[in-house]
């Protein structure tokens, strides 16, 4: 008897939260990222059209583009090329959707909103050093393959402002100005909807760029 009362408690506080917070009901970049991000990202993967469906819903302009390679463990079949968001990119953002879905969502609900509050004016610009390249981790002849070659991860380095104020990773990261502040907010921000976050307190590589990636592991750094 206590079983079923919890059963059918458990299944109406089921149908009863809110769908951001939901793992069954699907994602909307719309929606602040919070605690079932992740698992609804995750859910996506497995789900090209439904995948498609959210990126469109939000208003963002893609081109399907597969990526074929004949090299070993590199390319995608649901890679997109982004062709206009909130911000733009310059050319040559090409990821997974649940890849460009995780980015979409850090742009609106991190990058976006941040700018305002330490920089005081809009984000206009994101400045990218490439996303997908077949190539292993770091660039190494040898070893396992980075998930840039899967197009699950991309390279931010710097931001523009409507004011014309220009901030790199490479000088800013680390400072105690407002492009500092502005710098750790996107990074640790990044961490809600990238499950690999890389960024110069991590290793030299990493000194010009955050690295954000949608894989198996979980690091924030
Ligand atoms: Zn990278």
């Known amino acids: 008897?206590?079983?079923?009362?919890?059963?059918?408690?458990?299944?109406?506080?089921?149908f009863h939260l809110p769908d951001?917070?939901?793992p069954f009901s699907p994602l909307e970049i719309a929606d602040a990222p919070n605690l079932v991000t992740p698992l609804k990202l995750r859910i996506l993967g497995a789900r090209p059209e439904a995948c498609a469906g959210v990126i469109k819903r939000a208003g963002v302009e893609?081109?399907?583009?597969?990526?074929?390679?004949?090299?070993?463990d590199c390319g995608a079949d649901d890679a997109m090329t982004l062709k206009k968001s909130q911000v733009v990119y310059g050319d040559g953002v090409e990821m997974?959707?649940?890849?460009?879905?995780?980015?979409?969502?850090?742009?609106r609900h991190v990058a976006i909103p941040a700018a305002r509050a330490e920089m005081g004016a809009d984000l206009t610009r994101i400045i990218h050093y490439g996303s997908y390249q077949c190539r292993n981790v770091n660039g190494a002849k040898d070893g396992k393959?980075?998930?840039?070659?899967?197009?699950?991860?991309?390279?931010?380095a710097g931001f523009q402002f409507s004011d014309?104020?220009?901030?790199?990773?490479?000088?800013?990261?680390?400072?105690?100005?407002?492009?500092?502040?502005?710098?750790?907010?996107v990074h640790d921000g990044a961490c809600e909807v990238f499950n690999g976050v890389l960024g110069p307190d991590y290793n030299a590589l990493h000194a010009n760029h955050f690295h954000?990636?949608?894989g198996a592991w979980s690091y924030c750094k």
Not at 145 to 156: E, G, L, P, W
Request: aromatic share 10%; hydrophobic share 45%; glycine share 6%.
């Open 164 to 185: 014309g104020q220009k901030i790199s990773v490479l000088k800013d990261w680390g400072q105690d100005t407002p492009a500092g502040r502005y710098l750790k907010r």
């Open 62 to 72: 893609v081109t399907r583009a597969p990526i074929l390679s004949d090299e070993a």
């Open 20 to 22: 951001s917070i939901n």
């Open 212 to 214: 954000f990636e949608r």
């Open 96 to 107: 997974t959707c649940p890849a460009l879905t995780a980015l979409m969502i850090w742009e």
């Open 145 to 156: 393959r980075s998930k840039h070659a899967s197009a699950r991860a991309i390279d931010i």
């Open 1 to 14: 008897m206590l079983l079923l009362i919890f059963t059918s408690g458990a299944i109406w506080f089921l």
